[in-house]
């Protein structure tokens, strides 16, 4: 039987948290930054063990009023220091309810600037590294922060299931209409060719190879306990199981 990896970004104030859980495989859980505080953060933990589900650190740049999905002009040192803060406050909780930290991944803009800017990149990597906390990066092929890492930290490569893609690998910016595939069939699709055929479709038709190893489907998006119930039903059918740990 073969395995697949889905992970998911939770504890960010979304209706379907519960919905989705038993069905993943690891979540990034909202750490302050961009969403979430300690009671969140504690429930989203609680609700990771009960479904066996890899528990995961998903920090932000420090901006709540844009849900992090903005560029920040901060300095390295503010930076560094928000994201360890955020890792720091969900490590205790995630211990003191007996759990595991397993990794990180980078929520939005951030994600999307440690991906080409090198300082950036080096930023969250030195937050990682100086926190002390054996973690492993989620992060996208071919990107800045991933070559930094090689040698120094354990990195997945992500490819998102409802997300359109550039042939640079970056993410087709929101603000255009076809960022997003909402569609379950068409969402199918799009993981279908990244995991069985290795190779991502972008726009125009374009495909680049992919060696992604966790596929991640948003949990704000409307219809995403469709989605992923869906997926499980055509997992099922081509005897693929979502992997648990």
Do not use: W
Not at 184 to 199: D, N, R, T, W
Request: proline share 4%.
């Amino acid at each position: 039987m073969k395995t697949i990896h889905i992970n998911c970004d939770l504890g960010e104030g979304g209706k379907y948290d519960a919905q989705l859980m038993p069905h993943i495989s690891a979540c990034n859980i909202a750490c302050g930054g961009h969403a979430g505080d300690a009671e969140t953060m504690l429930k989203t933990v609680s609700l990771a063990m009960e479904n066996k589900v890899e528990i995961g650190a998903h920090p932000s740049y420090p901006d709540r009023e844009n849900f992090g999905r903005q560029s920040l002009d901060i300095s390295e040192k503010e930076l560094k220091r928000s994201i360890q803060e955020q890792l720091f406050l969900l490590a205790e909780i995630v211990k003191k309810q007996g759990g595991k930290l397993t990794h990180i991944k980078p929520h939005g803009a951030l994600y999307n600037d440690a991906a080409r800017d090198e300082k950036i990149a080096q930023t969250v990597l030195d937050a990682i590294l100086e926190s002390g906390l054996d973690l492993m990066l989620y992060a996208p092929e071919n990107s800045m922060i991933s070559r930094l890492a090689e040698g120094k930290i354990p990195v997945l490569f992500e490819a998102f299931a409802d997300r359109n893609y550039n042939p640079n690998f970056s993410l087709v910016s929101r603000a255009k209409n076809n960022a997003l595939i909402t569609q379950k069939e068409a969402v199918f699709k799009h993981l279908y060719s990244m995991f069985f055929k290795g190779e991502i479709v972008c726009e125009k038709s374009i495909k680049i190879p992919s060696r992604a190893a966790t596929f991640c489907l948003h949990s704000d998006t409307p219809n995403s306990v469709e989605i992923l119930e869906y997926l499980v039903e055509k997992f099922h059918a081509l005897n693929i199981k979502i992997t648990k740990p």
